[in-house]
């Protein structure tokens, strides 16, 4: 009897070290976190988003355009259907406002900008905008300089705090609708977006816009930048690109191409004419596609 009490007790001893050692040891790793270091506090409502790639679209051929009309547009961000693209004034749980993706993707010379213009801009290496002149120095923007020994570039420290995330309230849009005979099939494509911003700088406030930056070139880094589009349903998300390509966005007209390159102000005094303009526009648009299916 005592030497089974004895093997017992050795036995119920050695089960005990090798529990207490194996929870030690549990209680000081960090298997606990996930890959990103992080210990998940909420459902999971969002994924990684760095893979993805935008849906590429073909460009038809010049010959296969059988109609076109190139039209400017101007987005409001005080509207609340493009609340996603203003929101969050600062970064946080992921997503980052739209000009605060632009800002670093212009500082970190990923991006092309070219200067505005009404009347006629250019997409060439001539017009392209110096961004510490043009944004930096012109709007003054605090930042730091720092230049690699090896290849001589300079690079901006901008701190995020300093970015005029809440002075961008609205965007210029050019985009082109037109008809494609080889699919028939009838399209729009976004062809720039340009900042807008909006202060007082002593004399009222001024629109001053930024500079135009190709819709394309924005695409690969929009398509990994997500946007809350409701606050009725925290699940009902998408990304940048995926906002613009479904146009979930309110917009108004402020131009369309024509002979004379005027602006719809130009020609148009009161509100009430302008509107009226503005609709003249969308009508002809949709009406073109009508009557290229009529016979």
Do not use: H
């Not at 996603?84 to 406002?97: A, F, V």
Request: proline share 5%; aromatic share 14%.
């Amino acid at each position: 009897m005592k030497a089974y009490n004895r093997i017992l007790f050795i036995f119920l001893v050695a089960f005990s070290f090798g529990v207490g050692s194996v929870y030690s040891q549990s209680s000081t790793t960090n298997d606990f976190f996930n890959e990103n270091g992080e210990i998940p506090s909420n459902l999971p409502t969002s994924y990684d988003m760095k893979a993805l790639t935008p849906i590429e679209f073909q460009n038809p051929r010049a010959d296969d355009i059988y109609w076109q009309k190139v039209v400017y547009r101007v987005l409001d961000l005080r509207e609340k259907m493009n609340y996603p693209l203003y929101y969050p004034e600062e970064p946080g749980n992921g997503r980052e406002s739209l000009f605060s993706v632009i800002f670093k993707l212009m500082k970190d010379q990923k991006v092309p900008a070219f200067k505005f213009e009404f009347t006629d801009e250019k997409f060439t290496k001539a017009n392209k905008i110096d961004f510490e002149e043009d944004v930096l120095k012109k709007f003054e923007i605090i930042y730091k300089t720092q230049v690699d020994p090896t290849t001589k570039q300079k690079t901006f420290d901008v701190d995020e705090s300093d970015i005029p995330n809440r002075e961008v309230i609205k965007y210029f849009m050019k985009e082109v609708w037109f008809f494609d005979k080889n699919s028939s099939t009838f399209n729009v494509k976004i062809i720039s977006i340009c900042p807008v911003i909006v202060t007082d700088r002593g004399v009222g406030v001024q629109n001053f816009p930024l500079c135009w930056i190709p819709y394309d070139n924005l695409r690969p880094y929009l398509v990994q930048k997500e946007v809350m589009i409701t606050d009725k349903n925290n699940g009902a998300r998408m990304s940048m690109d995926d906002l613009f390509i479904k146009r979930r966005f309110a917009s108004n007209l402020y131009k369309e191409s024509n002979i004379q390159n005027r602006m719809i102000l130009d020609y148009n005094s009161t509100p009430d004419e302008v509107k009226r303009e503005q609709n003249r526009i969308k009508t002809d648009i949709i009406n073109e596609e009508q009557d290229l299916w009529e016979y």
